[in-house]
Nanobody, 116 residues
Framework: QVQLVESGGGLVQPGGSLRLSCAASGRLFSIYPMGWYRQAPGKQRELVATITSGGRTNYADSMKGRFTISRDNAKNTVYLQMNSLKPEDTAAYYC??????????WGQGTQVTVSS
């Protein structure tokens, strides 16, 4: 069983930065692809960024150049550094572990609010 616990969300002004963390329990964390997704009120959950076990990253177009995903396998943790935040980035952010083709694990989410 995998548990994912996100942290680091909060209220930030437009143009500000936040770093989200996702700590994973369980063994062999390093072999699984990880990702961040977000869901704003009334909208579907959308991809933010993913990172493979080998460190290859992928970003949604609107996040490229502003967000950076990284992982520390020694700490079983994946991070999302968010810079130049905009009000439209306001959402609940969820950590994802891709356990297999048909099995995903999700964290409970952390709220990010970008507002002046």
């Amino acid at each position: 069983q995998v548990q994912l616990v996100e942290s680091g969300g909060g209220l930030v002004q437009p143009g500000g930065s936040l770093r989200l963390s996702c700590a994973a329990s369980g063994r062999l964390f390093s072999i699984y692809p990880m990702g961040w997704y977000r869901q704003a009120p009334g909208k579907q959950r959308e991809l933010v960024a993913t990172i493979t076990s080998g460190g290859r990253t992928n970003y949604a177009d609107s996040m490229k150049g502003r967000f950076t995903i990284s992982r520390d396998n020694a700490k079983n943790t994946v991070y999302l550094q968010m810079n130049s935040l905009k009000p439209e980035d306001t959402a609940a952010y969820y950590c994802n572990l891709k356990y297999s083709f048909s099995v995903d694990y999700w964290g409970q989410g952390t709220q990010v609010t970008v507002s002046s």
